[in-house]
């Protein structure tokens, strides 16, 4: 089992759809939860992160993590075509490694 | 902008023949990283450095070699490339221990 893991998709939704984003964890041990969007042929960019459980808001994205159930999702409120990208998770533990796991990504596509 | 620079962005090299992929950052981040990202795949590191300290991850092959000749910039070496090898090669930077990763636009290599 992945420590990380992340439908690839292709999500494929109309333009102005609410899009949920998953991934699910093994290791307890991650405090740090953060989502990467990934354009074409370009380097991920830090979209969001939160800190341990709870939620996040800026703008039309939301993060969620659950602890409990080792799941986070990212919401994407009135989606746009320019949030066609590859959205992938990354989490990382506190006070030990500092260095991320990442998910494979899910390719979203947001048609007009 | 500070940002992470990725030379070149497009590399074609012959099984075998040694290739050197570039980064440069102006983000003055004491922390760089190679990744290696593959279709639907996640990032996999390859090595960081910690300052001048350097971290290779356990499975990377001896094919790859890194070098950090000063702050700003950082090296991938891959002395004898296979079809294998041929990907994404992506550089990020960081400050210390901080999760935040900034990528640089990636460097795509064929392997003919």
């Known amino acids: 089992q992945k420590e990380v893991e992340q439908d690839p998709g292709p999500l494929s939704v109309p333009e102005g759809a609410i899009v949920s984003l998953n991934c699910t964890y093994s290791n307890s041990a991650f405090q740090y939860f953060m989502w990467y969007r990934q354009y074409s042929r370009k380097g991920p960019e830090l979209l969001m992160y939160?800190?341990?459980?709870g939620n996040k808001e800026d703008g039309r994205f939301t993060a969620q993590v659950d602890k409990s159930s080792k799941y986070i999702s990212l919401f994407i409120r009135d989606s746009q075509p320019s949030d066609s990208a590859t959205y992938l998770c990354a989490m990382a533990s506190s006070g030990g490694s500092y260095i991320p796991t990442f998910g494979r990504g899910t390719s979203l596509i947001v048609h007009p | 902008d500070a940002m992470v620079i990725q030379n070149p962005r497009y590399q074609v090299t012959q099984f075998g023949k040694p290739v050197t992929l570039s980064c440069s950052q102006t983000l003055n981040h004491n922390v760089m990283y190679w990744y290696q990202q593959k279709s639907s795949q996640a990032p996999k590191l390859l090595f960081h450095y910690y300052d001048k300290d350097f971290n290779n991850e356990a499975d990377t092959p001896d094919n790859f070699q890194s070098r950090r000749p000063n702050t700003s910039f950082c090296f991938l070496d891959i002395r004898s490339p296979g079809l294998g090898d041929a990907a994404m090669y992506l550089c990020a930077t960081s400050v210390d221990s901080s999760y935040e990763q900034y990528f640089g636009p990636g460097t795509r290599l064929t392997v003919t």
């Open positions: 939160t800190y341990s459980s």
